[in-house]
């Protein structure tokens, strides 16, 4: 049977790194960090954790800004609709346009990864119940969400550094 190990890359290819004076195999680190992810999202569903206030705070605070460039550009138009515009001033309210434009596309942009981090946190409490079904894709993918990087020590012992 193959069973797959770590190797530090400091060892094997920088030669600046000792490395652990024990194997590390992949599957035994795999099961102790699922074990670890699996505790860590029922300590999150259990303290009922909620996204920061500050989040709801920054969007409600993006969504006035977006009215008030809308309401920019209405008045833009209604100017330009209303005549009277010479060549000059076309172009200026054209690149004032623009530029109203490319802000509001920017608040949309940052409501949308403030909304989208708020859901991946709710997705991976709500994993917490399915941990030990999840198939392997969804659990590498929470993975990467709450962990920040894995040491392994020189004496073999393992600390996980997270994200949450």
Known sequence: MLRRYFNCTGKSHKRICTGPKVTIYAEDLENMVYDCIAEKLADLKQTGHRSPTVERGEINDLKLKI??????????????????????LLAIANQKATQLKQNRLNLYARMEELSSRKEETDVVINLADSWQTADYQRKKAVAMIVIHKILIREDGSI??????
Request: proline share 0%; hydrophobic share 45%.
């Open 67 to 88: 009215k008030a460039i809308e309401q920019q550009e209405k008045q833009l138009l209604d100017t330009m609709l209303a005549g009277g515009c010479n060549d000059a």
């Open 159 to 164: 600390q996980i550094i997270w994200n949450l």
